[in-house]
């Protein structure tokens, strides 16, 4: 079966890190996503790493993959304010459509 | 390039009215989805498409119907509304090959009353 789960809220001061978790049961798929839905908004992709990988860096963005666990993460460094949002964890297997975690509330305090 | 476009943004519609919530992608993409999104929940697939005469039923299909005559066009139809389907409706689009990137639209919120 096809199940994405998140942590549903996250606080964090400014300037700390962030570390938003997720856990996928198809242990088929290729493409694990973050996307981030800032408020009254439509998606956007932030990052995704493939299947075969463990760690993606781009720039404040770490994602880690732990394949074995079906454990996805996402560490922001140095949170800002403008970081606050709603962060959806997604996976796809090649050829069907994206399946959507609930979705993690980040908010950022200064 | 406009990526995903949806329309209306807005709509409040009446018990039982029927409405037809617009998408037309100009990115030459194949494949076309249709989500709802709930308060605190994630994103359901209510149906989707890989290609112009081709359509599937997603995890949440009741109360819809689509067509893809066009690549760029996948409208998404209510019959009879129902306070049920009262969610945001997001549009999206993929590459075939390159599955890497959905582009979304900015959503429709419906709200039946």
């Known amino acids: 079966g096809e199940d994405v789960e998140q942590s549903l809220f996250l606080s964090v001061r400014e300037g700390d890190s962030s570390v938003i978790n997720c856990t996928y049961t198809?242990?088929?798929?290729?493409?694990l996503y973050w996307y981030k839905q800032e408020p009254g908004a439509g998606l956007q992709l932030l990052t995704y790493?493939?299947?075969?990988?463990d760690m993606k860096q781009d720039q404040r963005l770490t994602v880690l993959l732990n394949k074995k666990d079906k454990h996805l993460s996402l560490r922001i460094a140095d949170t800002q304010t403008g970081d606050s949002a709603i962060y959806f964890c997604?996976?796809?297997?090649?050829?069907?459509?994206?399946?959507f975690g609930k979705g993690t509330t980040l908010s950022v305090s200064s | 390039n406009a990526g995903v476009t949806q329309t209306p943004k807005f709509r409040i519609l009446k018990i039982g009215q029927s409405m037809t919530l617009q998408c037309t992608q100009d990115?030459?993409?194949?494949?076309m989805y249709w989500y709802r999104q709930d308060p605190g929940m994630g994103l359901k697939l209510i149906y989707y498409?890989?290609?112009?005469?081709?359509?599937d039923k997603g995890e949440v299909p009741n109360g819809y119907n689509v067509s893809r005559s066009t690549t760029e066009d996948f409208p998404l139809r209510l019959e009879l509304a129902a306070p049920s389907q009262t969610s945001v409706y997001f549009c999206?689009?993929?590459?075939?090959?390159?599955?890497?990137?959905?582009?979304f639209g900015q959503g429709t919120r419906l709200t039946v009353v």
């Open positions: 990115m030459n993409h194949n494949y």
């Open positions: 997604a996976e796809s297997i090649l050829g069907t459509a994206l399946i």
């Open positions: 999206a689009s993929t590459h075939r090959e390159r599955n890497t990137e959905a582009f």
């Open positions: 198809d242990s088929s798929s290729t493409y």
């Open positions: 498409s890989v290609g112009a005469g081709i359509t």
């Open positions: 790493i493939f299947s075969n990988m």
